[in-house]
């Protein structure tokens, strides 16, 4: 059994400064101890897929992510995992609990097919693994090679932590608690296509501004409209554009981040925006381009029409909510936007023109979109 304090703070100087997870019992003395740490920064995801997009954000700002979770719920990670990390080439730490070992402890009924098949899973996610060390001459030794494996493959590699591993720490910081606004802005009415929307961005977006477009047309209309550095075109996992910009905006603070979402990959995880509204970084500007379909996938209808995406950010926290329908409302609105965490829902005309496939690859793109940040530091 080793102190939380030995792995945390051998990982730190290894470069392991975000932590972001959804807590198990396993794992108790690793969150506290990184709470109560001033060097440390740990934001709790709504959910495990979330908590991986948004340690991606957070690497590909520069800075090293760990992800801790369950292995209850490592099935959440399998979309990120797979269609993120994997296809952008984005390496992370993963330490998943291992409830229910095959003869390990008896387990509640929920953990035990997950835990016979823990290990299983992630070598058929083609992520490898090490147990997480329990003496702490083992620590060292399973980061580097933890390390390694990273940078070799710009994947992720997972520390499998059986019961008892860690030591217990208790907690010292006070939770913290925010006030919300619940005031939601009037509807307006679509009058304009999201081409006309996503150039607006453009037209009012700095060089050192990051862009993350969600996973459909929206990002492949980014594309055509003007190939940049600073823009990041998601395919797959969808749903996690908005906390890879959580992510990014807390690695780079200096920058701002504006997140193009839709409405069907927004329904696909409203959690995200409860962790952003909790957190409320000053330099993400969240806009929802929300046409009441599934664009990409054949014009399936949402339920978009029925949801007040407005209240809904003001009752996660969102301190600046607004709704607007032309370009020029937009382009005037992403200029100005005070430096606070801003949501802007944008209703678009249903309307797609033909469109180029990216000659651009996901590897590609987040190499280059590191680059930039690099250079424009």
């Known amino acids: 059994m080793i102190q939380a304090e030995?792995?945390?703070?051998?990982?730190?100087?290894?470069?392991?400064?975000?932590?972001?997870?959804?807590?198990?019992?396993?794992?108790?003395?690793?969150?506290n101890?990184?709470?109560?740490?001033?060097?440390?920064?740990?934001?709790?995801?709504?959910?495990?897929?979330?908590?991986v997009a948004i340690a991606a954000g957070a690497e590909l700002g520069g800075m090293r992510g760990v992800v801790m979770l369950q292995n209850s719920g490592l099935g959440n990670t399998v979309n990120p995992l797979t269609s993120l990390t994997h296809t952008f080439r984005i390496p992370l730490l993963l330490i998943v609990t291992l409830r229910a070992e095959?003869?390990?402890?008896?387990?509640?009924?929920?953990?035990?097919?997950?835990?016979?098949?823990?290990?299983?899973?992630l070598?058929?996610?083609?992520?490898?693994?090490?147990?997480?060390?329990?003496?702490?001459?083992?620590?060292?030794?399973?980061?580097?090679?933890a390390i390694a494996s990273m940078e070799r493959t710009g994947r992720p590699y997972a520390l499998v932590m059986r019961k008892g591993s860690v030591a217990k720490t208790a907690l010292q910081a006070v939770p913290e608690k925010r006030s919300i606004q619940p005031v939601a802005a009037q509807a307006a009415l679509a009058v304009a296509l999201r081409g006309d929307m996503l150039r607006a961005v453009q037209a009012s977006a700095a060089p050192r501004d990051l862009l993350v477009a969600t996973t459909g047309y929206t990002g492949r209309e980014l594309y055509a409209a003007d190939d940049r550095p600073n823009q990041l075109y998601m395919v797959g996992s969808m749903g996690c554009a908005?906390?890879?910009?959580?992510?990014?905006?807390?690695?780079?603070?200096?920058?701002?981040v504006i997140v193009l979402d839709g409405d069907g990959a927004a329904l696909m995880r409203l959690g995200a925006l409860a962790t952003v509204?909790?957190?409320?970084?000053?330099?993400?500007?969240?806009?929802?381009?929300?046409?009441?379909?599934?664009?990409?996938?054949?014009?399936q209808t949402t339920v978009s029409g029925s949801i007040d995406f407005c209240g809904l950010a003001a009752a996660c926290?969102?301190?600046?909510?607004?709704?607007?329908?032309?370009?020029?409302?937009?382009?005037n609105k992403i200029h100005t936007a005070t430096r606070?965490?801003?949501?802007?829902?944008?209703?678009?005309?249903?309307?797609?023109?033909?469109?180029?496939?990216?000659?651009?690859?996901?590897?590609?793109?987040?190499?280059?979109?590191?680059?930039?940040?690099?250079a424009a530091a």
């Open 6 to 31: 030995q792995f945390i703070q051998t990982a730190h100087e290894h470069g392991f400064a975000f932590y972001t997870g959804v807590p198990c019992s396993y794992l108790q003395s690793f969150i």
């Open 33 to 51: 101890y990184v709470i109560d740490a001033n060097a440390l920064r740990y934001v709790g995801a709504a959910n495990e897929g979330d908590a």
């Open 102 to 121: 095959p003869g390990g402890a008896p387990d509640e009924p929920q953990h035990q097919l997950m835990g016979a098949i823990t290990t299983d899973l």
């Open 123 to 145: 070598e058929l996610m083609d992520i490898p693994w090490s147990y997480f060390p329990a003496e702490q001459a083992d620590i060292e030794p399973v980061l580097d090679r």
């Open 242 to 256: 908005l906390s890879i910009g959580l992510g990014l905006a807390i690695a780079q603070p200096a920058r701002r």
């Open 277 to 299: 509204g909790f957190e409320r970084p000053a330099n993400l500007i969240h806009v929802l381009l929300d046409n009441g379909m599934h664009e990409s996938t054949g014009g």
């Open 317 to 331: 926290g969102y301190p600046s909510v607004t709704t607007l329908a032309s370009p020029e409302e937009l382009q």
């Open 340 to 374: 606070e965490l801003n949501f802007i829902h944008v209703p678009v005309l249903p309307g797609v023109p033909e469109l180029p496939r990216p000659e651009i690859t996901p590897a590609e793109v987040a190499a280059r979109l590191r680059a930039h940040i690099a």
